[in-house]
């Protein structure tokens, strides 16, 4: 099974703050990574696709890149509803999903 | 809009069998897979199985594979998952998901939470 490493597991920062998570998986995933935003008792919320696609509707200060096994996600400029557990998952081979990065105020 | 509305909550006793239904609206059900996914308490998200609605074939998780069986009902736009031989361990919310060009998933239903105890 391919494995998903992000780090770090838990991120404290600020309104405004620029943060970036990344996702190792332990081998060569192309460019099928996905990232998701997760809130407390709420479904995963598409983000990124593609390793860099930006979904219909997700802000734009939301980015992504990566390529191979390393990936990062990029949120440039915190709002408040940024704050939330964030995923990465592979679709190279079935699905896995890394084990999530709740960013905290 | 895409929409997936997931059955009530469940409990159940361990050995028994639990099975989930997943009512898609919005967009053309046969044209799309449906995934479920499951997250136990503060943990990640693990995939289950998987289903092409337009012909019916699955897949499933070497982990549960044997235990996991995933259907649909094309004429009522439902997916189910049933789990069988459930343990402590099978506790978790279960969700369903569309699944896009091979593997990223675009809509989620709320969740179905299966709690297992004796």
């Known amino acids: 099974d391919i494995q998903l490493t992000q780090s770090p597991s838990a991120l404290s920062a600020s309104v405004g703050d620029r943060v970036t998570i990344t996702c190792r998986a332990s081998?060569?995933?192309?460019?099928?990574v996905a990232w998701y935003q997760q809130k407390p008792g709420k479904a995963p919320k598409l983000l990124i696709y593609?390793?860099?696609t930006l979904q219909s509707g997700v802000p734009s200060r939301f980015s992504a890149s990566g390529s191979g096994t390393d990936f990062t996600l990029t949120i440039s400029s915190l709002q408040p509803d940024d704050f939330a557990t964030y995923y990465c998952?592979?679709?190279?081979?079935?699905?896995?999903f890394g084990q999530g990065t709740k960013l905290e105020i | 809009q895409v929409q997936f509305v997931q059955s009530g909550a469940e409990v159940k006793k361990p050995g028994a069998s639990v099975k989930i239904s997943c009512k898609a609206s919005?967009?053309?059900?046969?044209?799309?897979?449906v995934i479920w996914i499951r997250q136990a308490p503060g943990q990640s998200l693990e995939w289950l199985g998987w289903?092409?609605?337009?012909?019916?074939?699955?897949k499933y998780s070497q982990k549960f594979r044997g235990r996991v069986a995933v259907t649909t009902d094309t004429s009522a736009t439902t997916a189910y998952m049933e789990l069988n031989r459930l343990t402590s361990e099978d506790s978790a919310v279960y969700y369903c998901?569309?699944?896009?060009?091979?593997?990223?998933?675009?809509?989620w239903g709320q969740g179905t939470l299966v709690s297992v105890s004796s």
């Open positions: 998901a569309r699944e896009r060009r091979g593997g990223y998933l675009d809509y």
């Open positions: 919005g967009y053309p059900f046969n044209e799309y897979a």
């Open positions: 289903i092409n609605a337009g012909n019916g074939y699955t």
């Open positions: 081998q060569n995933i192309n460019t099928w």
């Open positions: 593609t390793a860099s």
């Open positions: 998952q592979q679709y190279d081979t079935d699905y896995t």
